[in-house]
């Protein structure tokens, strides 16, 4: 369990120190592109947000064994190249908060209620008021960009943003080991839990937002489907 | 909390956020604003950028 622990905490605290680039990122191209300032202010303080969750990934990652861990300051957009720079940055908005973050922001509340340790509930509690903000950036980006932006684009984009946000493990079959309920005293969802949680915050919140907005959600939720089939019978 | 709720906080709630004032500065230059494809610069100068079928970012938690 400490292992499973720790390459959670040693992965979150890369994921956290990309995500301040990226915010970083996401602040300067909101603001050149005449988005609300207000918005750009968000992703600005994100940015900040997400290097304080990093020093406490690494203190976690730590407590469990992980050796001085490397920031990843490495950039890699996640918008397809051949999208027009308007379409690049609503897609980077989309990917990085309608989605990561608000699945992020599932998990941390549910991560929450099940945490013990006083230290461990106190930062749990820090991040997830901050994902709330950075989950929101997305969805009131696309609130003030619908009107300027033909947004239909996305609806064909959905499916291979929606598979990148699950990791290659997201799926995977559950092993007692990754489905012990001690994971939550560590911070860490079991897999099952997991996966549940990831479709329903799909299904309940992820997928109708997009619906708000007129993107159609047919091939990502077709998507969904069939790993959700492929996972209960992997055999199949 | 029921996960749904997030809906009402996330993608509601999101929607009210931020829609007072462009960015860009104090005075906007005409246009800004209104075509998103106005701003200066607003691409990405990393020469990594995109990726064939466009991809995600990974859930951290």
């Not at chain 1, 861990?69 to 397809?80: M, N, Q, S």
Request: hydrophobic share 40%.
């Amino acid at each position: 369990v400490s292992e499973l622990a720790r390459a959670a905490w040693t992965s979150r605290f890369a994921i956290e120190t990309e995500a301040t680039t990226r915010f970083a990122e996401l602040a300067r191209r909101l603001h050149a592109s005449g988005a609300p300032a207000d918005l750009a202010d968000l992703a600005l303080r994100a940015s900040r947000d997400e290097l304080r969750h990093a020093a406490h990934c690494q203190r976690f990652a730590s407590l469990h064994g992980a050796a001085a861990l490397e920031p990843k300051t490495h950039l890699v957009e996640y918008a397809p190249g051949s999208l027009s720079p308007s379409q690049r940055l609503l897609y980077e908005v989309v990917a990085q908060c309608c989605v990561a973050e608000t699945q992020s922001t599932a998990t941390l509340v549910t991560l929450l209620s099940a945490a013990k340790g006083t230290e461990l509930k106190a930062v749990l509690q820090e991040l997830a008021r901050d994902e709330v903000q950075h989950g929101r950036l997305g969805w009131a980006y696309l609130a003030w960009i619908r009107d300027r932006q033909d947004l239909r684009f996305l609806g064909a984009l959905l499916q291979p943003m929606i598979a990148g946000s699950a990791g290659p493990d997201m799926f995977n079959p559950v092993s007692p080991e990754a489905d012990s309920q001690e994971l939550l005293v560590h911070g860490v969802l079991p897999l099952s839990t997991r996966q549940q949680l990831y479709v329903e915050t799909l299904e309940t919140v992820i997928l109708p937002g997009f619906a708000e907005f007129e993107i159609d959600t047919t091939a990502a939720r077709a998507w969904l489907q069939s790993r959700c089939q492929q996972a209960a019978h992997p055999n199949a | 909390m029921k996960i749904r709720k997030l809906f009402k906080i996330l993608v509601l709630g999101g929607a009210t956020l931020g829609l007072g004032h462009c960015g860009g500065g104090a005075t906007p230059s005409p246009g800004v604003g209104t075509n998103p494809d106005s701003g200066v610069n607003s691409g990405n100068p990393n020469p990594d950028a995109g990726s064939p079928g466009g991809r995600g970012g990974p859930v951290g938690w």
